[in-house]
């Protein structure tokens, strides 16, 4: 069972690749902007305590009203959207919905910050879509300066990509990009006995992959 599996066709996801993490924020803010005034239920979601940190500083900075949520039973019988960013710990975000909530005309967008080094902790965001029969589209953010695509050689997909004419405030959405980030946390999965929590993705590969990552 793929990553993506059990998305049917009434859900999206999206993989974002910026060449850096300040495209990254411009890009990431300017669809959130885009999200609430489309109408949608507008999430983000993030697995490290410095993601959370980073994203608050990123939506004061642009002055997007949000709201941290500690769990989801604001997600039960949903109706209507709220002009605010709901803001939620990806393992926050799903097994605390009481009931499902009704099928609506209205969307849901779900925004993950950062990706995390193993595929198991981003399916659990995604299995939101096995619980809520209103629409859903997921949309993944990376750069390739983030500790995961350094991991797997970003420079180098940096370095084509910029060969071929990418501008620094372009988004990649290449399916192989997509491809390759899915077979990384494959890889590092393969290789990972046991963890801990750690604050950062940096300070999770620094733990685990020390010589490499080093």
Sequence with gaps: MGLLSFLNKKHEFT?????????????????????LSGG???????????????????????????????NAYWLDGLTTASNKVHLILAKDLIGRVQQAVPETPI?????LIEHYPLPAKDKVV????????????????SSLDEPLMRFF?????????KQLGMKDNEIITHPFVAKAIRNAQEKIARKTVSESEYRSSDEWFTRHFSEKYT
């Excluded at 949608?40 to 990123?58: A, L, P, S």
């Excluded at 995604?126 to 953010?141: D, G, N, P, T």
């Excluded at 050689?153 to 990509?161: A, K, S």
Aim: overall charge negative.
């Design 15 to 35: 993989e974002n690749v910026c060449v850096n993490e300040e495209a990254k924020r411009k890009n990431m803010m300017t669809a959130l902007r885009k999200s």
């Design 40 to 70: 949608c239920i507008t999430i983000v979601t993030y697995h490290f305590r410095n993601n959370h940190d980073t994203c608050i500083e990123w939506l004061e900075r642009e002055k997007i009203p949000y709201q941290e949520e500690s």
């Design 107 to 111: 969307e849901i967008e779900v925004h």
């Design 126 to 141: 995604l299995s939101l879509a096995e619980m809520i029969s209103a629409r859903i589209r997921f949309i993944a953010w």
């Design 153 to 161: 050689g970003g420079e180098r997909i940096t370095g084509m990509m």
